[in-house]
């Protein structure tokens, strides 16, 4: 039987992806000329293109310092994330009495939305004196439901006889985690390298609240700061946008392969 050629389904989604790509396209055309974004008719090739917006962005305001706050409340959550997601999703690898209730009680955690749960959260962050510290800002994001479970699954498509292996060769369960489970969650790793990176870099809400001093904001607090400081900062704007989705894009195309594979992992049997 004669295959239906699979071109029509690849130009669709060359066609697709193209529509997708247009608005980053158009905000890196921006931030490398400033033309006015309602001009009309649009013009689809920039025009003289420079770097200026982007010495803007850099001198007039302290971007390095908001970059390395970033940076390291971006870092202490990832580590966080690694440590206490891996214990939890071993955890639940296990029989334990009420082990189905503690999945159920994580599973509707999941239902109520961070905004609920902001005051409790200032006032333990306010009860550990980490309020305008990087630990403060990078708190909440220290461990997350769904890369709990991402772990979980990739934990339990690991066989039973390694584990039980490890244990006759008298490995201790840190040990086992480190030198078996690990090594065979590359995309659970990845994937929760890939999302916790994500929340925490693109994180506002929580950052305004808990910083008292503009040395402890994070870059979105600092592009607030910075259209204050502009009046016409089209162009500007853009140039700080790019230079904050730059690092998002470098891990994911980095870790793509394996990010796919730990959000599948668990999905199928066999």
């Known amino acids: 039987m004669r295959r ?13 992806c193209t529509l997708m790509l247009i608005p980053f396209y158009w905000v890196v055309k921006t931030s490398l000329t400033g033309e ?18 982007y010495v803007d962005v850099w001198y007039l305001i302290p971007f390095t310092r908001y970059l390395l706050n970033s940076v390291i409340v971006t870092a202490m959550a990832i580590c ?40 409790p959260a200032y006032l333990i962050t306010s009860w550990l004196g980490a309020l305008n510290t990087h630990l403060g800002i990078a708190l909440p ?28 060769d008298g490995l201790s369960e840190w040990r086992i985690v480190v030198r078996i489970m690990l090594p065979l969650s590359k995309p659970a790793i990845a994937t929760n390298v890939i999302l916790t990176f994500i929340w925490s870099w693109n994180s506002f809400m929580w ?17 607030a700061r910075f259209l204050s400081v502009l009046e016409n900062t089209t162009g500007a704007l853009y140039a700080f946008v790019v230079m904050v989705l730059v690092p998002g894009l470098a891990i994911f195309l980095m870790a793509q392969k394996e990010f796919i594979r730990g959000l599948t992992s668990g999905a199928t049997k066999g």
């Open 4 to 16: 239906a050629p699979t071109w029509p389904r690849h130009a669709t989604m060359v066609a697709v």
């Open 36 to 53: 006015n974004i309602y001009a009309y008719p649009p013009r689809i090739l920039p025009q003289d293109p420079h770097l200026f917006n």
């Open 80 to 119: 966080g994330n690694l440590l206490f997601n891996t214990a939890a999703g071993y955890a639940l690898t296990k029989d334990f009495p009420a082990r189905r209730w503690v999945v159920l009680l994580l599973l509707s955690c999941m239902l109520i939305p961070f905004q609920a749960t902001i005051i």
């Open 141 to 168: 994001l220290l461990s997350t439901i769904i890369c709990i479970f991402i772990f979980k699954a990739s934990f339990e498509a690991v066989p039973k006889s390694l584990i039980d292996a490890a244990r006759i």
């Open 207 to 223: 950052p305004l609240i808990v910083t008292r001093t503009s040395d402890m904001q994070t870059l979105p607090l600092g592009l």
